[in-house]
């Protein structure tokens, strides 16, 4: 084990990508090594982070793109200041399924929100702080909405069109190619074993720790 610094490691993607198995299986893998972790979610991860989610994904309400955003970065300053940093600072690894790349894919992209609001709000709630890696799950979204489906009752996303999927799609590959030092592209549309194993890669590439 060539580090045992707490790191911060994101998962992102579109709907049904995997990301919850992934960040499941990384996080068993961390704890084999004797590394203390802590798997979390957004928006959500800390109590007023959760209540702001069920505004956001069952609320049925029809968000202004400003509005939802900002609602979006509220919860995640929340967890933020609430769980993620003190695990941190106490030296956890967190892994969170889904972080501010969701806001900018999801808002922007795909709902054409401004960037600069992104930015803006950014800048206000996470201020430098940033993933030590971000593994972005790709997944055509006609497979992700199939599996995310199959999973029961839809939320308000999930429930979106094909196109508005496909924008979100393409504004995680560019969130990617933009932050090449941060993101590594990962092919979701193979199985757990094969996704754990490129996942790994990236740990010992990036981070230099070999589950």
């Not at 969130?175 to 890669?201: H, K, W, Y």
Request: charge should be neutral; hydrophobic fraction near 45%.
């Amino acid at each position: 084990m060539a580090t045992s610094k707490a790191r911060f490691i994101t998962l992102e993607g579109g709907e049904g990508a995997g990301k919850t198995t992934l960040a499941r299986r990384l996080a068993g893998a961390l704890a084999s090594l004797g590394l203390p972790v802590l798997r979390t979610r957004e928006p959500g991860g800390a109590p007023g982070a959760e209540a702001l989610r069920g505004l956001l994904l069952h609320g049925g309400v029809a968000w202004d793109p400003v509005a939802e955003a900002m609602l979006m970065f509220a919860a995640r300053r929340e967890h933020l200041a609430k769980t993620i940093q003190p695990a941190l600072e106490a030296g956890i690894w967190v892994i969170c399924d889904r972080f501010a790349d969701s806001t900018l894919a999801y808002q922007c992209h795909g709902h054409g929100l401004d960037p600069q609001v992104w930015h803006k709000l950014a800048e206000v709630a996470l201020g430098p702080f940033a993933p030590d890696l971000t593994l972005v799950l790709d997944l055509p979204p006609e497979q992700g909405m199939a599996r995310a489906q199959a999973r029961g009752t839809p939320d308000r996303f999930e429930r979106l069109g094909a196109e508005y999927h496909a924008r979100v799609r393409e504004g995680f590959r560019a969130i990617a190619a933009a932050n090449p030092e941060r993101c590594t592209i990962m092919d979701a549309t193979q199985g757990p074993d094969e996704v754990f194993a490129a996942a790994s890669l990236a740990l010992r590439e990036r981070l230099g720790l070999a589950l």
